[in-house]
């Protein structure tokens, strides 16, 4: 049975970190690209992460790029998102995401990805 269990949400006031983890398990987490998406109430689902198997290839959506930091520790076999400089915008639920496809697919709010984790929420405000 395939999952991905996400965790680190939390509350955080603007301007402050988080670290959102997420373990997959069922497959091979090095053979699939792994990433991110959010979804705030009243807004589309928004893709802001990827990364792939090799880890050579990254994603970043526009609102995230600068601020947020994807990467995978093989060996715990985990994928971490690093969320630096949140802003209240940044406030929804986040959602790993795997699929056996090209970082790119990310970038499109309604791919149809395979593989999704639960959701943890992350709240900024002061």
């Known amino acids: 049975q395939v999952q991905l269990v996400e965790s680190g949400g939390g509350w955080v006031q603007p301007g402050g970190s988080l670290r959102l983890s997420c373990v997959p398990s069922?497959?091979?987490?090095?053979?699939?690209?792994i990433g991110w998406f959010r979804q705030a109430p009243g807004n589309e689902r928004e893709g802001i992460a990827c990364?792939?198997?090799?880890?050579?290839?990254?994603y970043y959506s526009d609102s995230t790029k600068g601020r947020f930091t994807i990467s995978r520790d093989h060996a715990k076999n985990t994928v971490y998102l690093q969320m630096d400089s949140l802003k209240a915008e940044d406030t929804a639920v986040y959602y790993c995401?795997?699929?056996?496809?090209?970082?790119?697919?990310?970038?499109?709010?309604?791919?149809?990805?395979?593989?999704w984790g639960q959701g943890t929420q992350v709240t900024v405000s002061s």
């Open positions: 995401v795997g699929d056996y496809v090209s970082c790119k697919w990310w970038a499109e709010p309604n791919a149809m990805l395979d593989y």
């Open positions: 069922g497959f091979t987490q090095d053979d699939y690209e």
């Open positions: 990364i792939s198997p090799t880890d050579s290839v990254t």
